[in-house]
């Protein structure tokens, strides 16, 4: 049996990377990407340019069994290079919906790469296909490329803002002709994207570990309703509409991002920490030691260590090396599948009173078979704290989280959860927490996972349900 690891954590969407002005562009998109691995292990794939044609080298699998021989990169030729890492959040997995998505234009071959998922892509691709255009992936990223290719506009970023005046929904972009590079964000910043340098070559990626791999300087973020444009004649910006309140993903700082990565405006790691400094205020503990569920809560621990004053121990062991998927034994245990991937470190734990720090809840599957293993290795009492608010609602703007039936704060209290988790205690970060502990934060974050305040109308965000029924609550 060869089945998935259970996994209860909401999956990261996907990763841009664009490279411009370097005579080994894809090479290093391909370091980029590699930095950028958490945002998507489905597939990945880079597209080059010389200036004459595209070369495009896709896969499915993480980026180092992707390009796993350097032949790859003697025909991915050029100066210039987009890349992508994906994990679908609308359209089937497999090679087809692999990105960059390449299309042929009257100007000649386009590429693009998507963070983010459209809201209303099913009803621009009905009227799209009406008009006789050939759609060859199920993804939501296509119809960008057909309204593009279809636009009757003669500049380019007049074809972008017309494209853009027609689609709703979250995307930060990477797109690539044969002689530009082109980054955009949409007009309420959902997800990040960012622009720096190294010497003569410019770069664009979804976070700024990525450049840091590279050897790049971070220069700035790409705004909200940006379109930067990068090619000979140097690098412009332009803006469209429609003109919003930002609402970045808060998401983003809780779990999605790495925390050395810089993004909308705050090191992920500092705000991780207040996140968790002021969780240990409002989720006090009578306890012995605080451990994480590693890797994603180290920081969050720490951060409630600190407060507390309870010593930060290593309480659980993370096994790195398994894949996304294991050869289970023909008749095993429930618990295994979190055996295979977590350990406790019994001589930590053995008659302590044990506070264990979680970034998020999602079904609590995972979370309630990894109590049991820590009760049986011996602690006292189990206190769990959660450095973000109850998961309530689903989200429509990129992240892959299950229906809302199955959130497990959806209809239950702390205390029907706490009980289905058979643990001594249950705390949460309130939303009031979450937010006052972003600098500027008001208003300018998307909370609605966790409030059910939808940036965009959840009218058009059933639009979605037509084309993927099965992601809708
Ligand atoms: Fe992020 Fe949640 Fe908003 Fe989705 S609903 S964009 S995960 S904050």
Known sequence: MNIELLDDKPHENCA??????????????????????HRGQESSGIVSS???????????????????????????????????NRYSTTGASGVTNAQPLVVNSKDG????????????????????????????????????????????????ID??????????????????????????????????????????TWLVASETCAFDLIGAEFIREINPGEILLIDESGVSSAS????????????????????????????????????SRRLALEQPVDADIVFAVPDSSNTAALGYANTSG????????????????FILPEQSERD???RVKFNPVQGVIQDRRVVMVEDSIVRGTTLKQLTKLIRRAGAREIHVRVSSPPIRYPCYYGMDFPT??????????????????????????????????????????CCACFDGDYPIPPERVREKSKLMPNFIA
Do not use: W
């Open 404 to 445: 809302q039936q199955e959130l497990i704060a959806y209809n239950h209290t702390v205390e029907d959860v706490r009980k289905f988790l058979e643990v001594d205690s249950l705390g949460y970060l309130s939303l009031e927490g979450l937010l006052a502990s972003v600098p500027d934060s008001e208003k300018s974050f």
């Open 159 to 200: 074809r972008l803002k017309q494209s853009f005046e027609k689609v709703k929904g979250a995307f930060s972009l990477v797109i690539a002709t044969r002689h530009k590079l082109i980054a955009v964000r949409d007009p309420y910043g959902f997800r990040p994207l960012a622009f720096g340098r190294r010497g003569d």
């Open 16 to 37: 841009v990377i664009g490279v411009y002005n370097h005579q080994d562009a894809a090479r290093i998109a391909y370091q980029g990407l590699f930095a950028l691995q």
């Open 109 to 156: 071959p386009l590429a693009i790469a998507h963070n983010g998922n459209l809201i209303n892509s099913y009803q621009i691709r009905q009227e799209l296909e009406a008009a006789g255009a050939l759609f060859q992936t199920t993804t939501d990223t296509e119809v960008i490329l057909h309204l593009l290719a279809h636009s009757k506009a003669t500049h380019i």
């Open 240 to 275: 469209f509409e429609p003109r919003v309140t930002p609402r970045k993903c808060i998401f983003e700082f809780i779990y999605f991002s790495r925390p050395d990565s810089y993004i909308f405006g705050h090191m992920v790691d500092k705000i991780r920490r207040k996140f």
């Open 336 to 338: 295994f599948r979190v």
């Open 310 to 325: 309870i010593r930060f121990e290593i309480g659980l062991i993370r096994n790195h090396y398994i894949g996304r998927t």
């Open 50 to 84: 010389d200036g004459h044609f595209l070369y495009k080298h896709l896969g499915i699998g993480l980026v180092s069994d992707v390009f796993s021989n350097v032949e790859i990169f003697k025909r991915l030729k050029g100066h210039l290079a987009i890349g992508h």
